[in-house]
Nanobody, 123 residues
C-alpha cells in the first residue's frame, strides 16, 4: 500500500502563487504515475495535472500555462506549483498515485489518494 500526504494548502489573494507538496510513503515506486485532482464546491472532481513515470505530463485545460507539476523521485515527493491563481482555483486538492506509469486523466485511473488540502483564493 501507498500513503499520500498533501501539504502547502492555504489562502492566497487572486494573482498569487502557491506550491503544494505531496509525500508518498509505504510501497512506493518512483516509476509510477502521480497527479493532482481538485474538487470545488458544487463542482465535479477534475484532473489538475498528472506526471508519468517517464516524466510525461498532462494538464487540465483550465490550468495549462499556470500550473506546473514536478516530482522528486528520490525523495518520493510530488509538487504542484500554482501561479496566477483565481477564485476559480478554490478547491480541495488531492494528491493521487497509481501503480502504472501512464499519467491517467480519470479519477478511476488512480489507486491511492491523499486526504486533500484546501486551497482558497480570495481578496
Amino acid at each position: 500500500q501507498v500513503q499520500l500526504a498533501e501539504s502547502g494548502g492555504g489562502w492566497v489573494q487572486p494573482g498569487g502563487s502557491l506550491r503544494l507538496s505531496c509525500t508518498a510513503s509505504g510501497r512506493t515506486d518512483s516509476n509510477s504515475a502521480m497527479g493532482w485532482f481538485r474538487q470545488a464546491p458544487g463542482a465535479r472532481r477534475e484532473l489538475v495535472a498528472a506526471i508519468g513515470g517517464t516524466g510525461l505530463t498532462h494538464y487540465g485545460d483550465s490550468v495549462k500555462g499556470r500550473f506546473t507539476i514536478s516530482r522528486d523521485s528520490a525523495k518520493n515527493i510530488l509538487y504542484l506549483q500554482m501561479n496566477s491563481l483565481t477564485a476559480d482555483d478554490t478547491a480541495v486538492y488531492y494528491c493521487v498515485g497509481r501503480r502504472g506509469r501512464y499519467p491517467g486523466v480519470r479519477s478511476d485511473d488512480y489507486d491511492y489518494w491523499g486526504q486533500g488540502t484546501q486551497v482558497t483564493i480570495s481578496s
